[in-house]
């Protein structure tokens, strides 16, 4: 132990710490203080060089955690040779002061109470949505999420565990994980590109694990995002989220992992990012598995550091391995249609968290087409404006695209639309059969009297729908009874039933999660 940590030590109530920092926790205060490390992606080994450290945390954290981090302070060396916070004598030292936060409040603590489900983590992938919404996006930080620049932060990481990883990975399997992340670099380096040139390339966070989420109350707060380095930060938005993807499946949770992908996919239209989110979860898990293996090989670590360390490494590197693998529930596209207000969009969000599945709304891929907010009313009068024939067929192009985009990494997906010509849903089917995949279409049916009282109570509130009680009469007019499907292919559900009865009646019909796997 250093004199620094042995002094500031005596004053903390607890203390605690990572692999580049001290954490000491003082009352309602923690001061972070940065140890005088050099792991090659980052250097600490001078107090000029930790300074700067500690006041490029405080401004980028401001970001997700703006009350918290409360500035850069000295740390001193008093008269008898003690380490102070602040104090009169000579800075030696710096640290990131913050606000103390509750541990029951830290998300993977939450997780382990059984206090973090579905309705917690669609909130965390609103925040992240926003939040990479209003991050920098150039073409400065687009050359980190070319091919290229991946490329050489995968060889590093290689590079640095080379025998290493044989610690916790037989050969067959270490290798066995550095040829899938290359061969995969190789094999799609027009997707990242094209990532790269359409903007999804940002100034991130670049550590989005749960351990660093805190919910107080309504708030959502996220801590230590990374400030060493850039290249480290600046990267895809869907590297970004794979981090806490990634985490979430680590903590023996992939429904919540893949109900994260799609939440944030439904918030942002970004359902182009399926086809790269496994490379970039089996990247993120070497990387958490590259420190934990440096930690269990620190011969200055304490003992119970180095046993949790060891058993970290082995899991992070076998989930590296995992990520290449399909997923245990076999693929199928869903089209759920019907008429306005029968239901559709509340079945699609919890048939979508109860399969794994994200879902793909009309109305949300017509607002982003246009620019326009997802809440934002587009009415042009019936059958025209943004509702006219000719862009509603782009609309239902676009989603059958980006089923397309999901269905490729091995994953199901649904199609939530109305679906009322015959056409519309052999469109889909063919999507399905051109992926290999089964073609289910459920039939939301409700007394149109109902349909009509929720619209009556929609026109007086914020809605992502623009069907209303005007166009609906003609809607039933135009709707086409479904003949062109096979039985096994229409699966009809009556939507005044409560929407779990609904979905576990589906239960044999789709693909959904086993009831012990979902916590």
Known sequence: MSHLERDLTDRADRVWQTHISWVFGVGGDVFKVKKPVDFGFLDFTTPELRRAACEAECALNVRLAPDVYRGVVPITLDPSGRHRVGGDGPAVDWAVHMRRLAESDRADERLAAGRLGVPEIDRFATRIAAFHGACRADPATAAFGRADAIRANVVENFEQTRGLVEKFLSPAEAAEVERWQLDFLDGNAALFEARADAGRVRDGHGDLRLEHFYLEGDAIRVLDGIEFNERFRFGDVCADLAFLSMDLAWHGRADLAERLLATYARETSDYDLFPLVDFYESYRAYVRGKISAMVATDERAPGDVVERAERDARRYFLLALASERRSLLPPTLVAIGGPIASGKSTLADELGARMGAPSIN????????????????????????????????????????????????????????????????????????????????????????????????????????????????????????????????????????DVEDVVESLRGALPLWPRELTG
């Open 362 to 497: 009309t109305d949300r891929i017509r607002k982003h087409m246009l620019g326009a907010r997802a809440t934002e009313k587009l009415y042009d009068g019936s059958w025209a404006g943004a509702y006219d024939p000719e862009f509603t067929e782009l609309v239902y192009e676009e989603v059958d695209r980006l089923a397309i985009a999901v269905l490729a990494s091995g994953r199901s997906v649904i199609l939530d639309a109305s679906f009322r010509s015959r056409s519309l849903r052999s469109n889909a089917r063919a999507v399905a059969r051109a992926a290999g995949v089964p073609f289910r279409f459920v039939e939301c049916v409700l007394d149109p009297r109902i349909c009509k009282a929720r619209l009556r109570v929609r026109d007086t509130q914020s809605s992502v729908s623009d069907g209303r009680l005007e166009i609906f009469d003609d809607f039933l007019k135009r709707w086409e009874p479904v003949e062109e499907l096979a039985p096994e292919e229409h699966l009809v559900v009556d939507t005044s039933r």
